[in-house]
C-alpha cells in the first residue's frame, strides 16, 4: 500500500511540475497581452512581400513608446526566444473613441526570410501590455512564379457591430474557401465614416482571426476620402509610398506577391496624376507575367465613367489583365474588353491578353443596391442580396476568378490564359 503511495505522489507531483511550465511558457508567449492592449490592428504589405511585413495599431496609452516583436515561429509560438526581433514604433496622438486621446503606431518588420513562418505581437514593452500573437507567412522570393491565391473583397461599409459581423463572416467563409490566400485585397469603402473610430475597431478586431495573418490592401473609396481628406484611413494603414505623394488623400501604390504586379488606384481625387503615374509603374513592371489593377468606382458604367477613360487607355495599352472593383453594391463581370469594346466572342478563357476583364463583387457588407440596367460590357450581372467574396488563383500561364457568396455557392468563375 505504502508504495502505491508513494507511486502516486510521484506523479502527481510530475503533472505539477508539467502544469507549471506549461503556464510559464504559455505566459512567456502571451505577455500579458488583453482587454487594454492594443486593437484596430492592420497588417499590410510595404516593402518586399517577401522580406517585410508592417503594421499599424492603436493604444489607449499613446505617450507609450510602441515595440513591434517578430520572431521564428514553430507551431504558432515563438521558435527561439535569443532570436526575437524587435522594430520601434513611430506614433502620432488622435482622437479617439468619445473624445479621448489614442496613440496611432506603425512599425515595419524587414530583413525576414522568404515564405517562411513569423510570430509576431506588438505592444508597450515598458508596461509588457501585449497584442495577442499571431503569425504571418512572408510570401514567395521575387521573381518566382508558384501558385498563388489572394482574396477580393469590397464595400464592407458598416457602422455598428453586427454591420461588421456580416464583414467577418465573409472573411471567415472566404479563408475556408481559400485556406491558402496570401493576402486581401479590398477595393474600398472600408467603413461608412471614416471619422468614426469605434467602426473601424469593429472592421479589424471582429475579422482578427483573418487579419491577424493575412494582409490587408486597402484601396481608397467615397466613403474613405470625403472631400479630398482621406487621412482617418490613411492613418489605420501602413503602405508602399510609391505612388502620388499627398499626404490628405487616399494613396496610390503598386507592389509584386510572386507572380501578380498589383496597382491599387484612387478614384476620388488626382486622376490625371495618376494617369501619368500608372503609366510608368506599368511600363517598369512589363516583365512582370500578371498586371491587376484595383480601383473603388467602376471604370466602365461607374458615375465617373467618363473621367475614368483615361485610366482605361492605359489599362488597355499595356494589356492589363483584370481590374478589381467596387461601388456598385452587385455583381458584376464584364467580358474582355479593349477600346471600349467587347473583345472575341468574350467567352472562357480570354487568351493571349486580348482584352481586360473587370470585376466587382457585391460587397462583404450589410448593403446592397438594386441591380442596375444590363448594358454591352455585363457577361455576367445579378443581385443576390447576399454577402460575397472573389479567390483568385495564378498558377503559370492561367488566372482563375471565382465569385462565392458568404454561404459558400459558387456563383461566377472566368479563366484568363496566357
Ligand atoms: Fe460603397
Known sequence: MAVKWNSIALWAGVGAVILVAVLLSTLQNLGSSGKNG???????????????????????????????QVAL?????????????????????????KGKTEGVYQAEASGLSPTTGYWYRVGDAAADVWSEPASFTTGPEAGADGEVSFLHVTDSQGETEADFRLWSRTLEQAVRQFPQAAFIMHTGDLTENPEDPAAWRHFF???????????LMP???????????????????FLPDNGITSKDKGPSYSFDYGPVHM?????????????????????ASADKP?????????????????????????????????VLQGHNHEYS?????????VVG????????????????????????????????????????????????TVAGKTLTYEAYDVDGRLLDRFVLEH
Open 38 to 68: 492594443p486593437y484596430s490592428i492592420g497588417m499590410t504589405f510595404r516593402g518586399e512581400a517577401s522580406t517585410s511585413r508592417a503594421f499599424t495599431w492603436r493604444y489607449d496609452q499613446g505617450e507609450a513608446d510602441g515595440v513591434l
Open 73 to 97: 515561429s514553430r507551431d504558432g509560438l515563438v521558435k527561439d526566444q535569443a532570436d526575437k526581433l524587435s522594430f520601434t514604433a513611430s506614433r502620432e496622438i488622435r482622437t479617439g473613441e
Open 333 to 341: 463581370r464584364s467580358y474582355p474588353l479593349r477600346g471600349g469594346k
Open 205 to 215: 478586431d471582429l475579422a482578427r482571426p483573418v487579419l491577424s495573418r493575412l494582409p
Open 345 to 392: 466572342n468574350g467567352d472562357d478563357p480570354v487568351r493571349e491578353r486580348t482584352g481586360t476583364v473587370y470585376v466587382t463583387p457585391n460587397t462583404a457588407g450589410p448593403k446592397f443596391n438594386d441591380k442596375k440596367e444590363d448594358l454591352f460590357y455585363h457577361k455576367v450581372h445579378f443581385q443576390n442580396k447576399k454577402q460575397m467574396f472573389g479567390g483568385v
Open 290 to 322: 500578371w498586371r491587376i489593377v484595383a480601383i473603388h468606382r467602376g471604370a466602365y458604367g461607374g458615375n465617373r465613367y467618363d473621367k475614368l477613360e483615361d485610366w482605361v487607355k492605359v489599362f488597355d495599352e499595356y494589356q492589363v489583365d483584370l
Open 263 to 283: 496597382v491599387v488606384l484612387n478614384t476620388e481625387s488626382d486622376l490625371n496624376k495618376q494617369r501619368d503615374w500608372l503609366k510608368k509603374d506599368l511600363a
Open 219 to 237: 484601396t481608397t473609396g467615397n466613403h474613405d476620402e470625403v472631400d479630398n481628406d482621406a487621412l482617418e484611413y490613411r492613418s489605420r494603414f
